[in-house]
């Protein structure tokens, strides 16, 4: 009698397995989908563009947010804008703007989502906020040793937290003797020193709240031309790139960088188009050989390297194709909104694929709720 209640029993377990589903590997092992990515999937496609896209206000009086701007946040068609010392050039004043640009009323599931605010405190030429560290130049910095510059990327993260800035484009992590270094943006002209100097500005940085952002992938330090003015060729070899300038992408991955900007220069050993439109180097030397799996991030779409370009909407199409996850503009907010548009129309007719943007949304999503947790304004 007890053997047959075992085996009574036994039998319903085979058949509630069986039910489940058993022991399927695959079923049991796929992937359980992130709140990010549920948030991605509820976006319409207005919606979900819209969060990609990154516009300036520069024609705006001081700490005052244009109709277009917020009409834009309103209806999603942006996720972040960037800040310039014409915005709010001090920490309070770039908090009371901060704190009204957090306040505008977002779509559905977008409410809870902070929007991205990023600006530039590298030190030295390139610092918005100008009572908030780090005052050295990254090249004084990188001289001070790492400790230094460790200090520098927490100070700073934390002066701009308190503002309500939570993404720095920062730090540089360009190797070379080219036009960016020779503005003292770079934090030396070895590879070694600059990727101690770049792991140790993202650390310190994130141990103070913010986003951090390494730039300007595979590496600006070679260029001889400045391309927020004007297109750059760098001619050195893949291999030379590999070795020395992408290294400190490599130490930034390895310390937890959020984002990776791309390059507005070409290199030619990888492509003959700009870094930022280029497959081979986003998906190809970013994602797959360096392992990237953060946010990334063109450089500013309406610099000099682009003058000329016919088609300012297809060039956001190319960009995205390239898989970059963020386009950043910081001329005009007209160039964010046309691309925002352009973009919408392209991914209703297909010529953008659907599961590439939900993924860069998700991505920019997963950021943007973690940072709405560790940067914060006070005061």
Do not use: W
């Not at 605010?117 to 090249?139: C, K, N, W, Y």
Request: glycine letters at 12%.
């Amino acid at each position: 009698m007890l053997i047959g209640v075992v085996g009574l029993v036994l039998l319903l377990v085979v058949l509630r397995a069986v039910a489940c589903g058993g022991d399927d590997d695959e079923t049991a092992a796929a992937p359980r989908e992130t709140a990010a990515e549920r948030l991605a999937g509820s976006l319409s496609a207005t919606q979900l563009v819209g969060q990609t896209i990154i516009t300036p206000f520069r024609n705006a009086a001081p700490g005052q947010i244009p109709p277009a701007v917020r009409s834009a946040i309103r209806a999603g068609r942006v996720g972040g804008v960037i800040l310039f010392a014409e915005n709010a050039s001090t920490v309070a004043a770039t908090r009371r703007l901060t704190r009204r640009l957090q306040s505008i009323t977002r779509p559905g599931a977008l409410a809870g989502v902070p929007l991205l605010v990023l600006t530039d405190q590298e030190g030295g030429q390139v610092r918005r906020l100008s009572d908030a560290p780090p005052t050295a130049s990254a090249t004084v910095q990188g001289r001070g040793g790492i400790g230094v510059v460790q200090k520098a990327g927490q100070d700073s993260a934390l002066a701009l937290c308190s503002a309500g800035v939570n993404v720095n484009l920062a730090p540089v992590a360009d190797v070379g003797t080219g036009v960016i270094q020779q503005q003292g943006r770079t934090f030396g002209t070895d590879a070694a020193t600059v990727a101690r100097s770049t792991r140790a500005f993202t650390t310190g940085a994130r141990r103070g709240g913010i986003g951090v952002t390494a730039k300007h992938f595979p590496g600006l330090g070679r260029a001889q031309s400045d391309t927020d003015q004007t297109r750059a060729r760098i001619t050195t070899g893949a291999e030379a790139l590999r070795a020395q300038d992408e290294l400190p992408f490599r130490t930034a991955i390895e310390a937890g960088t959020d984002l990776v900007m791309l390059s507005n220069a070409i290199y030619t050993a990888f492509s003959p188009a700009p870094a930022v439109v280029s497959p081979q180097i986003v998906l190809g030397e970013l994602r797959s050989r360096l392992g990237f799996r953060g946010v990334t991030i063109s450089d500013d779409l309406e610099a000099g390297a682009f003058a000329g370009v016919s088609s300012p909407r297809q060039l956001a199409r190319t960009v995205k194709l390239a898989g970059v996850d963020l386009l950043l503009y910081g001329g005009t907010t007209d160039a964010a909104l046309a691309a925002s548009r352009g973009l919408t129309s392209d991914l209703r007719a297909g010529r953008l694929k659907l599961d590439d943007v939900k993924a860069a949304v998700s991505r920019s999503v997963a950021l943007r709720t973690r940072l709405g947790r560790t940067c914060r304004p006070t005061g």
